[in-house]
C-alpha cells in the first residue's frame, strides 16, 4: 500500500497507528487467513493465526495523532492515490489497488486519527 517511491509494503491499522511491513507476502497471508475464517465464522469469535504472530515488529510505524486522510483532486500522478497528512501538515501519498480499497482506506484512517486525536 504505501510508496516511497511507490513500494509496496503491506500495512495494518490499530487505534493509534499504521504499522507498515515491507513483508507483503506476511501481511497477504494474514489477510487470507483473517477473510478465510469470517468466510463461515460467527464475526465474534477470534482469528487464530498459522503459525501464531508473536509480537509485531513493523518496518515503520506512523501515530494517526493529529492526521488526516484525504483525496487531492490535484493528485493525478496515480489513480487510486489519497493523502494521508500527519502532524506538522506532511503529506504522504497511499496508493491502493482499487478505487474500493482507496475509499475504505480513508474511511478507517481517519476514524483512527478522530480516535486517537479525542483520546
Given amino acids: 500500500m504505501m510508496?516511497?517511491?511507490?513500494?509496496?509494503w503491506g500495512a495494518m491499522l490499530t487505534g493509534s497507528k499504521l504499522y507498515l511491513f515491507r513483508n507483503v507476502g506476511w501481511?497477504?497471508?494474514?489477510?487470507?487467513?483473517?477473510?478465510?475464517?469470517?468466510?463461515?465464522s460467527d464475526p465474534g469469535t477470534p482469528?487464530?493465526?498459522?503459525?501464531?504472530?508473536p509480537s509485531l515488529n513493523p518496518d515503520h510505524m506512523?501515530?494517526?495523532e493529529d492526521a488526516i486522510a484525504l483525496f487531492d483532486r490535484k493528485?493525478?500522478?496515480?489513480?487510486?492515490?489519497?493523502?494521508?497528512v500527519r502532524h506538522g501538515n506532511v503529506p504522504e501519498f497511499l496508493l491502493a489497488e482499487s478505487e474500493a480499497e482507496m475509499n475504505d482506506w480513508v474511511a478507517k484512517l481517519n476514524y483512527a486519527a478522530a480516535f486517537?486525536?479525542?483520546g
Fill in 3 to 8: 510508496g516511497s517511491p511507490w513500494q509496496e
Fill in 27 to 40: 501481511i497477504k497471508s494474514l489477510m487470507a487467513q483473517y477473510e478465510q475464517h469470517y468466510k463461515g
Fill in 47 to 53: 482469528v487464530i493465526f498459522k503459525p501464531p504472530v
Fill in 62 to 64: 506512523v501515530s494517526t
Fill in 75 to 84: 493528485y493525478k500522478k496515480h489513480k487510486n492515490a489519497f493523502a494521508f
Fill in 116 to 118: 486517537r486525536t479525542s
